[in-house]
């Protein structure tokens, strides 16, 4: 059974840093592209930052670039975005996903909290 799950979310102030990690098991990603979205409270999910298996291309949506990385080491099907300069609209459950390319994931992580205080 494939799974993904995240870690690192918690609750900072504004301008601080937090780096989610999200480690998949289950079966290989080889060739699989790995993605972030979030989801704030009474809004629809975005996506946030994608990155491809060798790691080649990244994407990432207006609203990070510049302040998130998104970064993945492959011999541990972990896929981590740094996060800097948290503002409080950076608020919402941030879930993991992997799938066959930037636009389609078919796996999804259950999620984690980052609450950014002003």
């Known amino acids: 059974q494939v799974q993904l799950v995240e870690s690192g979310g918690g609750l900072v102030q504004a301008g601080g840093s937090l780096r989610l990690s999200c480690a998949a098991s289950g079966r290989t990603f080889t060739g699989y592209t790995m993605g972030w979205f979030r989801q704030a409270p009474g809004k629809e999910r975005e996506f946030v930052a994608a990155?491809?298996?060798?790691?080649?291309?990244?994407y990432y949506a207006g609203s990070v670039k510049g302040r998130f990385t998104i970064s993945r080491d492959n011999a541990k099907n972990t896929v981590y975005l740094q996060m800097n300069s948290l503002k409080p609209e950076d608020t919402a459950v941030y879930y993991c996903?992997?799938?066959?390319?930037?636009?389609?994931?078919?796996?999804w992580g259950q999620g984690t909290q980052v609450t950014v205080s002003s």
């Open positions: 990155i491809t298996w060798s790691g080649g291309h990244t």
């Open positions: 996903a992997s799938g066959p390319s930037s636009s389609t994931y078919d796996y």
